[in-house]
């Protein structure tokens, strides 16, 4: 029963964070709200017993992929569309 609630919880959490990455228009928002998407699909994988899996997704997901985003933001503009 515990597992269940847990798994829609995560589940709904994975929808919202895709939905803020969509909806930001400020551009590091919108990287931390899909690293935190990946974080979640790392937790759903480790549920899922796939924990080597897990292990991937929240090295290259979550940690360098948004490594890379903030430090290409950090070269360009911040905000999308030109006016801040």
């Not at 939905?19 to 709200?33: G, I, K």
């Not at 935190?36 to 699909?41: D, K, R, V, W």
């Not at 992929?65 to 030109?82: H, K, N, V, Y």
Request: cysteine-free.
């Amino acid at each position: 029963m515990i597992y269940e609630i847990f798994h829609i919880l995560i589940l709904a959490g994975l929808v919202i964070a895709a939905a803020l990455t969509f909806w930001f228009r400020d551009l590091l928002a919108a990287v931390l709200a899909a690293a935190f998407f990946s974080f979640l699909i790392s937790l759903e994988f480790y549920i899922l017993q796939a924990p080597d899996v897990a292990i991937s997704q929240a090295a290259i997901g979550a940690g360098l992929s948004t490594a890379i985003f903030i430090i290409a933001i950090r070269a360009t503009g911040r905000f999308e569309g030109g006016a801040p």
